[in-house]
């Protein structure tokens, strides 16, 4: 498999001379299966870029655009998704429940007359939208299985394992107990996890700023590097990085807790997810 990342911002894009290395684009990942299955996650920003690409590299097959959950910054780019525009081309939209019941009406609503100028109906894309109710969802080769997330409204994370290699994506997703929004124990995220070669879980806090966002359904680093220990994943990407959150700033924390799994003997791989950057396994 090859993971790409176009867009590892949260909330709203944040461009500038300070998220230059990290990125500012909102969340959008290209997932390349072994069979050349290709797999979206999320249409933030990122995913303009990303459909410039395809129509530049051209594709062959069918798009399969995974949703995990409908906030702005993981919609807001699709209006721009040049593949969108073309008649040959195909589109699979994929979500699971309760955000699925209203993902086409959110998507098609966002391109009305007053925000967008071309409506949704008018796009030239074979355009179909595809609820994951099942508990293992099958792509070519790979299997894909999902977790509700601890998010407002609803959000899903994934798991996908491609010959015996397995990515875990989940963002927007809080591993406290905060009742509002508390649907998922930690423990079964240690199990959803458990052994990923890849883990990129949401990060977007310090610890002392849960204080005054408990309840935003976004974790800290602290909580996701636990979870990335205690599931044992080979390597964790800290993701959904908070906007305001500059390029020194990220690079000081992932300092930190490099410096910290090393005095703990750890060998789990750590890194922050960077626009334009892939990862092969």
């Not at 525009?85 to 007053?114: A, D, H, W």
Request: proline share 3%.
């Amino acid at each position: 498999m090859k993971l790409r990342f176009w867009g590892t911002r949260g909330s709203i894009p944040s461009p500038g001379i300070s998220t230059v290395k990290y990125g500012g684009n909102t969340t959008c990942l290209e997932l390349l299966l072994d069979d050349k299955s290709f797999v979206i996650f999320d249409a933030g920003t990122g995913i303009r870029r990303l459909g410039n690409s395809i129509i530049q590299n051209g594709l062959n097959g069918v798009i399969h655009l995974f949703l995990t959950h409908s906030h702005w910054d993981h919609i807001q780019g699709f209006p721009f998704f040049l593949p969108a525009y073309y008649e040959k081309v195909r589109i699979k939209i994929f979500g699971c429940p309760p955000v699925y019941n209203k993902l086409k009406e959110i998507l098609t609503n966002q391109m009305e007359s007053s925000y967008f100028p071309v409506n949704f109906h008018d796009l030239k894309a074979t355009i179909s939208f595809q609820t994951i109710d099942e508990i293992e969802h099958r792509i070519g080769t790979a299997k894909l299985s999902f977790i509700r997330n601890n998010h407002p409204g609803a959000a899903y994370g994934f798991r996908i394992i491609d010959n015996d290699k397995t990515i875990v994506f989940i963002t927007d997703n809080e591993l406290s107990d905060f009742q509002n929004c508390h649907h998922t124990k930690r423990e079964q995220f240690i199990d959803f996890c458990q052994g990923a070669d890849i883990l990129i879980h949401d990060a977007q806090y310090l610890e002392d700023e849960m204080v005054e966002t408990t309840g935003f359904g976004h974790s800290s680093y602290e909580q996701a590097f636990s979870l990335g220990v205690d599931a044992n994943v080979k390597q964790l990407i800290f993701f959904h990085h908070e906007p305001d959150r500059s390029d020194d700033e990220i690079n000081t924390i992932l300092s930190h807790y490099q410096k910290k799994k090393d005095q703990l003997k750890i060998s789990m791989k750590l890194d922050a997810a960077q626009e334009g950057l892939s990862y092969v396994i």
